[in-house]
């Protein structure tokens, strides 16, 4: 997965904005996404009947689109949380 840097830190490599980071409130919302929204979604533009074809169409994209876009988001900032973690468990254990 190719690293997307928002605002580099001195060159340091990725770095998300701060908002990204803080709270779990907009991981949580990503997974309200990845398992509830986006599966809704498909399921609804595949099991509706009296919906025209070509809005099927649109919402089933729509509803894998959100599940991996948010997935793919979750994944990058855990990982870059988890690096950030382990930065600074190193520096604790140095000093």
Do not use: I, K
């Not at 809005?55 to 988890?82: H, P, W």
């Amino acid at each position: 997965m190719p690293e997307f840097p928002l605002l580099s830190a001195g060159g340091q490599g990725p770095e998300l904005p701060r908002f990204a980071l803080h709270g779990g409130f907009f991981q949580g919302a990503r997974m309200v996404d990845v398992f509830l929204l986006g599966p809704f979604m498909v399921w609804f533009a595949v099991r509706s009947t009296q919906t025209p074809d070509w809005a099927r169409f649109v919402l089933g994209v729509s509803g894998l689109a959100t599940m991996g876009f948010n997935l793919r988001n979750y994944v990058l900032v855990d990982r870059v949380r988890t690096q950030r973690q382990d930065c600074c468990e190193a520096l604790l254990r140095m000093t």
